[in-house]
């Protein structure tokens, strides 16, 4: 008798369709060990479902918050990042120089680093440009050269050295009577 085997496991999971699933239900009709198999396929799936099942009571998320420290649970990365802008402007006022005076660093800094990485894109896309135009200027093609159109006579002998067919001699040409031997 032949069993389902590997099948087993496509017709718990609902895989399979058409021909196949008729054929593994009138065969699991059949035979009680692929019966037992497949109840036991299936036991096993409900008990890993159950597994990531989890009771969402109170106690849970008191213990959770409890874990996360005296300061209660961490801040989310946009609320850290506002915060950090707050304080941050509100330090830029009390340290600002007054106007006219001496630049804030940062912002020098960042000038700097602005002019450094625009110089450095020019230079390579400098480098790039000069490279394209250099790469280019040969006229030789390294590969063979293709005629536009064959010539007929060419053609018509590569055919009849293809096909087997030989073509008809043309008696003005030869100089001989073609049905003479």
């Not at 960042?110 to 990485?117: A, C, S």
């Not at 007929?152 to 043309?170: C, K, Q, R, W």
């Amino acid at each position: 008798m032949n069993h389902l085997g590997e099948q087993i496991s496509a017709l718990i999971d609902g895989e399979l369709t058409g021909a196949d699933l008729d054929r593994a239900s009138a065969h699991l009709a059949a035979c009680a060990s692929c019966r037992a198999e497949a109840a036991e396929l299936r036991q096993l799936k409900r008990d890993l479902r159950a597994l990531f099942e989890v009771d969402g009571d109170d106690a849970l998320t008191r213990r959770l918050l409890a874990m996360a420290g005296p300061g209660g649970p961490v801040p989310s990365r946009r609320f850290r990042r506002e915060q950090y802008r707050r304080e941050r402007a509100r330090d830029d006022r009390h340290t600002r120089p007054p106007r006219g005076q001496e630049r804030d660093r940062g912002t020098a800094r960042r000038r700097g680093r602005y002019v450094l990485w625009t110089a450095i894109s020019a230079v390579v896309v400098g480098v790039g440009a000069a490279a394209f135009t250099m790469g280019g200027g040969s006229t030789a093609s390294p590969g063979p050269k293709v005629t536009v159109t064959p010539q007929l006579e060419m053609f018509s002998l590569e055919h009849a050295i293809v096909s087997g067919d030989v073509p008809f001699p043309d008696p003005s040409q030869s100089g001989t009577d073609a049905t003479s031997p």
